[in-house]
T-cell receptor, first 115, second 111 residues
Framework: NAGVTQTPKFQVLKTGQSMTLQCAQD?????MSWYRQDPGMGLRLIHY???????DQGEVPNGYNVSRSTTEDFPLRLLSAAPSQTSVYFC??????????????FGPGTRLTVL | DAKTTQPPSMDCAEGRAANLPCNHS???????VYWYRQIHSQGPQYIIH???NNETNEMASLIITEDRKSSTLILPHATLRDTAVYYC????????????FGQGTRLTINP
């Protein structure tokens, strides 16, 4: 298993540009989520999904869109990048069922800089 | 989800046991205690979780007090590779897995 993969690893954008951060998992996990981590801070939840076709907002959703067309993929779209979105973005996935491990698996992160 | 309190930083000598405390005085009866760690800006890594009994796995041990208001993560023989930020998270296990990360404890293992 590849686990949780994220692309790209690094990205530099200009203010106002849009882009999509990719996240994929091959563990058949129902739950997927996106976090951002600013320097010296803990992770904050942006959006999450409990299955294909179902998404919901987390703590800091403004400026981001998500969709979940398949179980495997959960892309994060920045609509119009702003310097305040400079951060490291982590994707995570896990099972939802109580009978199995609740361990969340995190991807390696995408380091985004908005100039 | 219950709030947790952790010391901002700790040091430990290599080869010794590292004991990381966490206070969660408002924990409710159906909430579990989870521990994750983040090594040098990598994605967080799950370590262990428990409800009320002590738990042990290949990475660590988790000791939860009888009143469940606090817990301790124990790394029995710390190595330099255990230098990381450790997060204690309290939540119910079922449903949407929204983890709320606080500031965590920055553990430094010294040679």
């Amino acid at each position: 298993n590849a686990g949780v993969t994220q692309t790209p690893k690094f990205q530099v954008l200009k203010t106002g540009q849009s882009m999509t951060l990719q996240c994929a998992q091959d563990m058949n996990h129902e739950y997927m989520s996106w976090y951002r981590q600013d320097p010296g801070m803990g992770l904050r939840l942006i959006h999450y999904s409990v299955g294909a076709g179902i998404t919901d907002q987390g703590e800091v959703p403004n400026g981001y869109n998500v969709s979940r067309s398949t179980t495997e993929d959960f892309p994060l779209r920045l609509l119009s990048a702003a310097p305040s979105q400079t951060s490291v973005y982590f994707c995570a996935s896990s099972y939802l069922r109580l009978a199995v491990s609740n361990e969340q698996f995190f991807g390696p992160g995408t380091r985004l800089t908005v100039l | 989800d219950a709030k947790t309190t952790q010391p901002p930083s700790m040091d430990c000598a290599e080869g010794r046991a590292a004991n990381l405390p966490c206070n969660h005085s408002t924990i409710s009866g159906n909430e579990y205690v989870y521990w994750y760690r983040q090594i040098h800006s990598q994605g967080p890594q799950y370590i262990i979780h428990g409800l009320k009994n002590n738990e042990t796995n290949e990475m660590a041990s988790l000791i939860i007090t009888e009143d469940r208001k606090s817990s301790t993560l124990i790394l029995p023989h710390a190595t330099l590779r255990d230098t990381a930020v450790y997060y204690c998270i309290v939540r119910v296990p079922q449903g949407a897995q929204k983890l709320v990360f606080g500031q965590g404890t920055r553990l430094t293992i010294n040679p």
